[in-house]
């Protein structure tokens, strides 16, 4: 995934998300694996399933934390390929 071909994310129905405070677990029905997620990642989830989309995703969370552009796209990226590998996410795009 790059930031030059910005790519739609899709939440399958067998990912259920339960937020747990300040942080939140997402559990593949399909997999039967699960995957914590702290505050920041909690909150790139909540705004995936929101827009679905990178670019607006970043555009957000920069106006919410501060952190540069380059760590925020790559952080952004990287929880994205996780989610992708535990099959709690798709791309498409």
Partial sequence: MTSESPSHIIIPPESLYQPLGDEAVVLSVATEHYYGLNETAKRIWELLVEFGDLETVVTRM???????????RNDV????????EAQLVRIEG
């Avoid at 934390?65 to 925020?72: M, P, Q, R």
């Avoid at 990226?77 to 992708?84: S, V």
């Fill in 62 to 72: 920069r106006e919410e934390f501060e952190v540069d552009d380059g760590t925020l």
């Fill in 77 to 84: 990226a990287r929880l994205i390929d996780e989610l992708r």
